[in-house]
């Protein structure tokens, strides 16, 4: 599910005049604050940053290259002071403040809804790479979007909420069932065949980058392991396999683990992806590992 994400470029030409970075297409305010200042000092060379905190009302005129390097963050005066010097209209107003906000932010859900939220100010505009990632990450925030999408490869299956629903033990609502299945059609992970006269993957696996969206990610595995809970508590044990193992490891060792498990769970899923054939029943595969001991200490002498 990877796109190609066009980003504005300084123009080198002698014979063009410099562009101005437009926000829309960029994910990081950063970046964008970075290159928005270099377009600045294309066009006039004597701005600074101390003219940029003038204009800002700000009394640091080094703030502007700190909060580009990561040194600072914006809070909420820095922040419209940056919109007045930026010069900014209400839309991209807007814009910049959920974009500060999203890069910034440490909680998962806020994260997840300020996506959603700077994808609805961009609808317009085409930034292909953010509607993408709004669109997989409410794909990925809750479990069962995931398991309906599997469902589709039963030989029984039926894209009706209600035999959805019954399929996944009722643990979700028709409701969630009809909005699942929907996101899977809109967001083409589901296609139908005319030919098979069903409902069809699009594609075998699907392929998440979580460098670009771990939050979401930790909302999958989040809400992943709820399901996991209730499957240990209410299942019948032939339809669950729960086990442990707990080890003293060197720090090599436990990379080598990772290791295979990545290496393992790939395999398991080029295996099973690629059978041909309708499918019975559609099951959830946990693979844990968690550090219960801190990294090694340095020696205080």
């Not at 409701?175 to 065949?193: I, P």
């Not at 992806?273 to 090694?296: C, F, R």
């Amino acid at each position: 599910m990877e796109t190609q994400f066009h980003t504005q470029q300084k123009n080198t030409a002698s014979d063009k005049p410099p562009t101005c970075p437009d926000l829309f297409y960029y994910m990081d305010y950063r970046k964008f604050l970075e290159e928005w200042f270099s377009y600045k000092k294309d066009t006039n060379p004597s701005y600074s940053g101390s003219m940029f905190a003038r204009q800002a009302g700000l009394s640091s005129h080094t703030l502007l290259s700190m909060v580009i390097r990561g040194k600072r963050n914006l809070g909420i005066s820095s922040l419209q002071g940056f919109i007045k010097a930026l010069k900014l209209n209400a839309k991209e107003s807007r814009y910049f403040e959920k974009l500060v906000l999203y890069n910034q932010s440490k909680k998962n859900q806020e994260k997840h809804e300020l996506l959603s939220e700077l994808a609805k100010i961009n609808k317009n505009k085409q930034n292909e790479k953010l509607h993408n990632l709004s669109h997989l990450s409410q794909f990925l925030d809750s479990w069962d979007k995931m398991a309906i999408r599997e469902l589709v490869c039963l030989a029984d299956f039926e894209a009706d909420p209600d035999w959805i629903a019954k399929k996944l033990k009722n643990k979700i609502t028709k409701k969630q069932a009809e909005a699942g299945f929907k996101m899977l059609k809109e967001l083409d992970l589901v296609v139908w065949s005319d030919s098979k006269k069903k409902y069809t993957l699009n594609r075998d696996a699907l392929e998440i980058d979580p460098r670009e969206l771990d939050f979401a990610v930790q909302n999958y595995h989040s809400k992943m392991l709820e399901r996991t809970q209730q499957a240990l508590e209410e299942d019948r044990w032939e339809d669950r396999e729960f086990s442990s193992l707990t080890l003293a490891v060197t720090q090599n060792q436990l990379k080598d683990i990772k290791e295979k498990i990545n290496t393992f769970r790939k395999e398991l899923n080029a295996d099973l992806s690629s059978t041909p054939g309708n499918k019975d029943e559609v099951v959830a595969i946990n693979i844990q590992l968690i550090n219960l001991t801190n990294p090694l200490l340095e020696d205080p002498k």
